[in-house]
């Protein structure tokens, strides 16, 4: 699975992006997905999570009730809907995707990364 995200950008406080990750190969239908942040000087964290069907969802605690994960398998695309950004959101976003049947909040859950995309939140 080969992964690339995209969409990030600069956006006021308060204000909404949407990132998207878009997967090649066959695998993407069956593999589970993440994303990811990591901001200038701290180390990689946890954002969200979907199963392979979009039945299922995990979200950190940061961002429960304002970010929302989707996956779209016709298009091999997984969304993050970002709303009430705050500057401390400001970050690179990095998508994942994990045929483990078993995977966690880790990011050793996580067998393919994409590169990232730029999310800067202004106060």
């Known amino acids: 699975v080969q992964l690339q995200a995209s969409g990030g950008g600069l956006v006021q406080a308060g204000g909404s992006l949407r990132v998207s990750c878009a997967a090649s190969?066959?695998?993407?239908?069956?593999?589970?997905m993440g994303w990811f942040r990591q901001a200038p000087g701290k180390e990689r964290e946890f954002v969200a999570r979907?199963?392979?069907?979009?039945?299922?969802?995990y979200y950190a605690d940061s961002v429960k009730g304002r970010f929302t994960i989707s996956r779209d398998n016709a298009k091999n695309t997984v969304y993050l809907q970002m709303n009430s950004l705050k500057p401390e959101d400001t970050a690179v976003y990095y998508c994942?995707?994990?045929?483990?049947?078993?995977?966690?909040?880790?990011?050793?859950?996580?067998?393919?990364w994409g590169q990232g995309t730029l999310v800067t939140v202004s106060s």
């Open positions: 979907i199963n392979w069907s979009g039945s299922s969802t």
């Open positions: 190969g066959r695998a993407f239908s069956r593999s589970a």
């Open positions: 994942a995707a994990t045929e483990k049947p078993y995977y966690s909040s880790s990011s050793d859950s996580y067998d393919y």
